[in-house]
């Protein structure tokens, strides 16, 4: 089956350290990533994907993954960490159904937690 | 530039009644997406349509049915409500049954008391 993991249930960082939110992924053929994050009580908003092309993908509000196929990662990144990136961070991964189309299977999630 | 619109944004419901939410993809979108996200919990592929049909379906109890309209909005109908049923419902659409984004809507707060 294929799936992403987030190893981290959280991860705490101080404001302006450069951050790191772990997945890695199981994935039969060429995988399709997204990141997503979800503030208390809203909706998921898009980040960035990976699709093909360079393996370091730049995304909104100055997030970045890097998508490494030998250690099957896809870790978000942001040089330096704002208070307000504090939420719920959510790996994706875009699995090919029988009926044709796809959905997009989660990882459990990371809370991350910016302090001052 | 337009977004998926959900509707109602939070509803509250008791135990055995029906609710119905729903869809409003993005302009020219024909495939919808629906997800269910618990409390804690990651969302949860429910089932899906393009171009009014059902395209596949996920984990959606019986009790739940949906469809896809001509106007390609779709509802989500939920009969007997159970207490476990209290979540974060999402749409999500897309250009197409193969396109590689989903865009997804803002969520209903389902809440049964």
């Known amino acids: 089956a294929q799936s992403v993991a987030q190893p981290e249930d959280q991860v705490n960082v101080a404001e302006g350290n450069p951050l790191t939110v772990k997945c890695t992924y199981s994935?039969?053929?060429?995988?399709?990533l997204f990141w997503y994050v979800q503030y208390p009580n809203r909706g998921l908003q898009f980040l960035l994907k990976?699709?093909?092309?360079?393996?370091l993908v730049k995304g909104s509000y100055g997030f970045e993954a890097e998508f490494n196929k030998s250690q099957t990662s896809f870790h978000l990144k942001k040089p330096s960490a704002l208070v307000s990136d504090s939420a719920l961070y959510f790996c994706a991964v875009r699995v090919i159904l029988t009926g044709g189309g796809n959905k997009l299977t989660f990882g459990t999630g990371t809370q991350l937690k910016v302090e001052l | 530039a337009a977004g998926v619109i959900q509707s109602p944004r939070h509803l509250i419901k008791e135990k055995r009644e029906t609710a119905t939410l729903k869809c409003y993809p993005i302009?020219?979108?024909?495939?919808v997406y629906w997800y269910q996200q618990g409390p804690g919990q990651d969302p949860q592929f429910l089932i899906s349509f393009y171009e009014k049909m059902q395209s596949d379906k996920g984990s959606i109890p019986d009790r739940f049915s949906a469809q896809q309209f001509s106007d390609y909005h779709s509802e989500l109908n939920m009969s007997s409500l159970e207490l476990g049923d209290s979540a974060l419902y999402f749409c999500?659409?897309?250009?197409?049954?193969?396109?590689?984004?989903?865009?997804f809507g803002p969520g209903t707060r389902l809440t049964v008391l």
């Open positions: 990976y699709i093909t092309g360079d393996n």
């Open positions: 302009p020219r979108h024909d495939t």
């Open positions: 999500a659409s897309s250009l197409g049954l193969a396109a590689n984004e989903q865009f």
């Open positions: 994935v039969s053929g060429n995988p399709y």
